[in-house]
């Protein structure tokens, strides 16, 4: 464990630990947004509908969320650190089993079931550590951390359809395994940081069975009003926000499209998610608006963005709304984990992971499934793209019933108005009346 530190480094090992979450970012959701390319080869080769084969991306995202609220029970228990190898160590695991799979069934377990879960021991442990580190730089941390995704699937996507079309889908899914194998140095990264949390603490461990466990989840959120209307935004805004990840490819398949065309859209996707991460993160802390502010907006924005999709009807215009689609969305996941610490503090952060991820999982199951069945039923994905985006824009209004959200600070649990803290960390004395909106940084809302 680190030497102890009686405010967040933000810095130091920080950035050791913000390269660990870039790559783990790279390796397990930059290979689920270029994804596609093996979905079209799924369809072909196991003559299943779109519905049925969209489960696999499904499954993975939504067993990633599922198993988030015992992952961060292990990590509190066991550590970060331990919880993280061993979610590598399936993750590669279930690629190497998916290249010897007869049928889509097989495939659920395998990339679904091994992939999800070790993606589940990975991230909550990782973020909520990511969190301790960083304060006045949380959200910039956070949007380098996830910018790994951006950058994979600049490379991911083409280099998938290379593999694929080299060594067949079998072939590419155990280069692939070698790849996430690559998880577990990963989690070796990572260091336990022993610091002051900000927000409330954790109270000392009940006596009973049944109340140790509900603190060891930290079921007690889910009494708390802003955490549920987090959650339920959230919800609604993973429903939407994974469905291009999974039929983009295929969309402009069915446009008249070449494959590698198709696959280079993923790329224009992953070019502007680098630069709209780095962008968000900078915005966010250095401007005046609040994190949860923040990503109200970007997520109207990325709303807005998938409902122009099906007017892509040339590449040149569909290369571009891809383009602002990558930079816009790229904003959503670090701002919303940003945007978590403000509401429960740094205490109980890995908790609020898992239990949102848990939550949010419902959206990530259903969303490619149905945006499958809404184009078997329609004939195209332009249907599904206005649905995706529908999901969003009411997620990112159902942001705005936040407590105080319209209010220029945030309140302690007792109600109090934190004191706003200025670049050197140092408590003003309130604020003038009439000056500029400011928010402080990293500390609960309710």
């Avoid at 007869?102 to 999800?116: K, M, N, V």
């Avoid at 359809?161 to 899914?173: D, I, K, M, P």
Wanted: proline share 6%.
């Amino acid at each position: 464990m680190a030497r102890g530190h009686s405010e967040p480094p933000d810095g130091g090992w920080g950035w050791m630990i913000v390269l660990a979450c870039f790559l783990q970012s790279a390796l397990v959701f930059g290979v689920i947004r270029s994804f596609g390319v093996f979905f079209v080869e799924f369809m072909d080769y196991f003559g299943e509908p779109a519905s049925a084969t969209s489960w696999i991306t499904s499954v993975t995202v939504a067993l990633l969320m599922f198993a988030s609220p015992l992952s961060s029970a292990l990590g509190k228990r066991y550590g970060e650190r331990p919880m993280a190898i061993l979610g590598g160590f399936l993750s590669g695991s279930g690629f190497l089993l998916a290249s010897f799979a007869t049928s889509l069934t097989q495939l659920y377990l395998c990339i679904g079931l091994l992939t999800g879960v070790g993606g589940a021991l990975i991230f909550s442990p990782s973020l909520a550590l990511l969190a301790q580190y960083f304060s006045r730089r949380r959200a910039l941390a956070n949007s380098l951390a996830f910018s790994g995704a951006g950058i994979s699937s600049l490379a991911f996507s083409p280099l998938f359809q290379f593999l694929v079309e080299t060594y067949g889908w079998r072939g590419a899914l155990l280069i692939l395994a070698g790849m996430a194998f690559h998880l577990v140095p990963c989690g070796a990264l990572l260091r336990p940081l022993d610091v002051a949390q900000s927000g409330p603490g954790e109270a000392p461990e009940p006596a009973s069975p049944r109340k140790r466990l509900a603190s060891l989840f930290e079921l007690g959120l889910l009494r708390q009003r802003p955490f549920a209307v987090f959650s339920g935004a959230g919800l609604l805004i993973t429903t939407g926000y994974f469905i291009p990840f999974a039929h983009l490819v295929p969309h402009a398949r069915e446009t008249g499209f070449d494959e590698y065309q198709a696959a280079f859209l993923v790329s224009v996707v992953g070019v502007a998610d680098i630069g709209g991460r780095v962008v968000a993160g900078w915005l966010a802390d250095c401007g005046p608006l609040r994190l949860s502010h923040n990503l109200t907006i970007w997520t109207l924005l990325t709303g807005a963005a998938l409902f122009a999709v099906p007017l892509g009807g040339s590449y040149r215009a569909l290369l571009a709304i891809s383009a602002c689609y990558g930079f816009l969305s790229s904003a959503v996941i670090p701002l919303k984990f940003s945007s978590l610490v403000e509401i429960v503090g740094t205490g109980r952060i890995m908790g609020a992971i898992g239990l949102i991820h848990l939550l949010e999982g419902t959206g990530a199951l259903a969303g490619p499934p149905m945006s499958g069945w809404i184009r078997d039923m329609t004939g195209s994905f332009s249907a599904s793209f206005l649905a995706a985006g529908s999901f969003l824009v009411v997620g990112g209004l159902v942001l705005m019933l936040l407590p105080r959200f319209f209010a220029c600070q945030a309140r302690s649990p007792e109600g109090a108005t934190r004191e706003v803290l200025d670049p050197t960390g140092l408590p003003r004395n309130g604020r003038r009346e009439g000056a500029p909106c400011e928010r402080p940084r990293g500390l609960p809302l309710a």
